[in-house]
């Protein structure tokens, strides 16, 4: 099993900054990847940017050139940095952790969300 605690969200005005925290405890050695999406209120989840335990990242277009996604692997953090919010960027954001299972399905992780707030 593998816990993921989201931190960090809040009320920005359009064109402030967030850092989200995504903290992964229990068993966490074969996570493979982390990845932090969001649900604006009717709409469906979408991935906004994840990181692969090598270190790869990918970004939502959306997302591009305004958020930052780092990990911390001793203290299995993941962080994504937030600049020039945008009021379409509101939405409850969710961490997920895939991790490999040898042999079986891959397993996914979900937190409980975090809310994330832009006002123009």
């Known amino acids: 099993q593998v816990q993921l605690v989201e931190s960090g969200g809040g009320l920005v005005q359009a064109g402030g900054s967030l850092k989200l925290t995504c903290a992964a405890s229990?068993?966490?050695?074969?996570?493979?990847?982390m990845n932090w999406y969001r649900q604006a209120p009717g709409k469906q989840r979408e991935l906004v940017a994840g990181i692969t335990s090598g270190g790869t990242t990918n970004y939502a277009d959306s997302v591009k050139g305004r958020f930052t996604i780092s990990r911390d692997t001793a203290k299995n953090t993941v962080d994504p940095q937030m600049i020039s919010l945008k009021p379409e960027d509101t939405a409850v954001y969710y961490c997920?952790?895939?991790?490999?299972?040898?042999?079986?399905?891959?397993?996914?992780?979900w937190g409980q969300g975090t809310q994330v707030t832009v006002s123009s």
């Open positions: 997920n952790a895939r991790v490999i299972t040898y042999g079986g399905p891959d397993i996914y992780y």
């Open positions: 229990g068993r966490t050695g074969n996570i493979n990847a």
